[in-house]
């Protein structure tokens, strides 16, 4: 299953956690955002890491669940490019 991440973390040291989290299930494709292909149980495995990471009271993490045949509609403009690993 495809989940795009995105947060908006005004703590350096929280977002740079998160970061760190996400890039081992998913791609980077913008500062705050991630595609991440994961099982269902991988899926359950990085929202548990996350409520670990952040203050939800300060922090804001959104999952998008995407169907296949919707992820693969999807379009981009612009060139890809390498993103700046955050740790």
Do not use: W
Not at 48 to 55: A, D, F, I, Q
Not at 57 to 71: G, M, N, S
């Amino acid at each position: 299953m495809i989940v795009l991440v995105a947060y908006d973390i005004p703590s350096n040291r929280r977002r740079a956690r998160v970061a760190k989290l996400l890039i081992q299930f998913g791609e980077r494709v913008q500062y705050s955002v991630f595609e991440c292909d994961v099982t269902p149980i991988g899926y359950l495995e990085l929202r548990e890491t996350m409520v670990t990471l952040v203050k939800p009271r300060l922090d804001r993490i959104h999952f998008y669940p995407l169907c296949q045949t919707c992820f693969s509609r999807a379009e981009s403009i612009g060139p890809a490019y390498d993103l700046p690993v955050e740790y």
